[in-house]
């Protein structure tokens, strides 16, 4: 049943946007130009698009969106992970975005003889946004609370074998290049916008994709060092957020499994007792504080760098 709902609100909402939009812009037909205005400057419509091209682009685009959201949620669901109803709205906005620029497009352009007597533009941001939005929604209102999944047992905690006077270090960390790079996937979609309708400026494009690019580097690793000073855990390819605790801070270490919805997503994750540096499902270092706050990170290995903890946590106590 949980894996319908899924279904139909990463599907099925969004297509039946797109497919009411197909639908408003032929009841619209009488009462539009071939020639839309497809932005807006300070004094108005500054630039045009075919409405044939920007409705196949537009739509064609949120298709496609549609689709791999679809197979996305269908596939996390085989494999067992928790798929949070709050991706599902967002991807859902996403696919939808396209659909409501078009829509905004046609609104401002109704009963006008020329694109450049199109309505003001918080009219077409207003019809972008609220149908997206709208779509965003009702998608997470279809997907259902979210699944939580069980807690794990209880268990002991591991250790390194590390011996009175020794010193040791763990260096490691997780990847998942393959999201960073999937997210270009929404860049190319929107480059295809650009190219297929003529006149579009090229900043804006320019924009989304540095934003993109920041987004996915900041994302895409994280680094764990843990040594006689402490634990430093660092984010993304720049090495930002990061944080160091000491021993002095540190109870305990152990490990656990994320799931894609655990924290929420990925990046740098906060609720309520735990920060989370997450790129990635699978093994996960967790390190409990005196304060009963929970520090975690998705990393290769996670065991051999909670024993090294607890065996240099041990150390710290007995010394």
Known sequence: MKTTRLALAGGAVPLAVLGGT?????????????????????????????????????????AVLTLVTLVTVLVSRLRGAVVPRSAVGFVAWLATLPAGVLAGSMYAALDATSWRDAGPAWSAVGWALGLSVAAGAAA??????????????????????????????????????PMAFGG????????????SIPGLGVMPFALAVLVVVLAMAAVCRVRVRVDTTGVTLSLGLFGFPNRTLTYDEIASANTEEMTMGSAGGYGLRRGVGYTAFK?????????????????????????????????????????
């Open 140 to 177: 997470t209102l279809v997907a259902g609370p979210t699944e939580r999944p069980a807690p794990a047992e209880p268990r002991d905690l591991p250790s390194a074998g590390l011996q009175p006077g020794e010193r040791a270090s763990w260096i490691g960390g997780g990847t998942n290049y």
């Open 279 to 319: 790129v990635r499902a699978g093994e996960t270092l967790t390190i409990t504080l005196n304060s009963g706050h929970v520090v975690k990170a998705t990393v290769d290995h996670a065991d051999r760098a909670a024993g090294l903890v607890n065996d240099l946590t041990g150390a710290r106590d007995g010394a």
């Open 184 to 195: 270009l996937v929404a860049v190319l979609g929107y480059a295809l916008l650009h190219v």
């Open 22 to 62: 197909w639908a408003l812009q032929a009841a619209w037909a009488d009462r539009l130009p071939d020639v839309v205005a497809a932005h807006w400057g300070l004094t108005g419509p500054d630039r045009s698009a075919e409405l044939s091209t920007m409705t196949g682009v537009t739509l064609g685009i949120g």
